[in-house]
């Protein structure tokens, strides 16, 4: 049976846990935290979710980084918390996640672990350069959750307001998870249409589709405000990568990868559909975007690669970006 590591088993650990159940991903789960009796109640109500299935012969325990040598996978999900009532700007927070993130790749190097690892741990497209420097591992098997959650986002507000289910939008936003997230309308499809069609016939206005980009931006902000985290959409799309490489599925994906040399600011992690499978993710051909949006994409990215810098020279992480 596979075996799948989790670093991490709070609220974004715990619903890709429960994800991948309910997907049928079969394995042997390794929960590591820094609290262990927590990891290890959480192993124990997984137990009985699965125990209760009619035919899921999944099995969890709470374990150590030593557990992880033998995993084909391992899903990062632990973050530093800042502490209660002091204010910290973002770069300081970076750093203690840098700090946390180094520490665990150290560990899971350390343990001979030769699989694929996936980072949730935002920011996940930094956090993910750091990982990759310091564990110097083969960039295919380092992927972060990149931007599958906001394509499905774009997805969502789009299947909406067209009504028609989103898996028959193709499309993908690009660049960073987070603010400097980018959605390429050029090249989105529904069925054999493009978004012009849709203009076209007064379905979607210019003002609705200038606001989408936004509204995928802020859609996090607006789910963290009512309940304070953000987890379900998360944790399935964590479950739907593990499942892609396990099943080598060779299926496209927007995720957080190494950008090749076709690539402004190639070196760092950045939001890019790529191809998933069992020895991890391929680049496509490079993408032709618009001029209005390859200068928009090469701006965010030049922003994350000087931060990304800053960081490692910071924490004094040797590294090859320049």
């Not at 899971?108 to 564990?135: C, H, L, R, W």
Request: charged share 25%.
């Amino acid at each position: 049976m596979n075996k799948i590591g989790i670093i991490g088993v709070g609220a974004v650990g715990s619903s890709f846990l429960y994800a991948a159940l309910n997907k049928q991903i079969e394995a042997d789960y390794v929960l590591v935290d820094a609290f262990f009796d927590y990891a290890s109640a959480q192993a124990k109500d997984l137990n009985d979710a699965a125990c209760s299935m009619a035919n899921n012969g999944s099995k969890f325990i709470a374990g150590s980084y030593s557990d992880l040598s033998d995993a084909q996978i391992i899903v990062i999900t632990a973050s530093v918390k800042p502490k209660e009532g002091i204010l910290k700007d973002r770069l300081e927070l970076l750093k203690d996640n840098a700090k946390l993130i180094r520490e665990i790749g150290l560990k899971i190097k350390e343990s001979g672990f030769k699989g694929i690892t996936i980072i949730a741990s935002n920011p996940v497209d930094i956090m993910a350069s750091v990982y990759e420097q310091v564990t110097q591992f083969d960039p295919a098997f380092v992927i972060s959750s990149g931007t599958i959650l906001e394509t499905a986002r774009m997805k969502k507000f789009l299947s909406e307001k067209i009504n028609v289910k989103a898996a028959s939008i193709t499309g993908f936003v690009i660049g960073e998870h987070g603010a400097r997230c980018l959605i390429p309308f050029s090249k989105m499809r529904i069925g054999l249409g493009s978004l012009k069609d849709w203009l076209a016939n007064g379905t979607i206005s210019h003002e609705w589709l200038d606001n989408l980009n936004q509204k995928v931006k802020d859609e996090a902000f607006e789910i963290i405000s009512g309940k304070g985290i953000t987890n379900f959409g998360v944790g399935e799309n964590l479950a739907e990568i593990v499942q892609a490489i396990l099943t080598d599925r060779q299926i496209v994906y927007s995720l957080g990868v190494k950008l090749p040399q076709e690539y402004k600011n190639a070196g760092i992690y950045f939001g890019l559909p790529v191809i998933l499978g069992k020895n991890g993710y391929r680049h496509l051909p490079k993408i032709r975007l618009e001029e209005d949006e390859q200068k928009i994409f090469d701006e965010y990215s030049s922003e994350i690669k000087q931060t990304i810098i800053d960081l490692l020279n910071n924490l004094e992480i040797k590294h090859n970006l320049k």
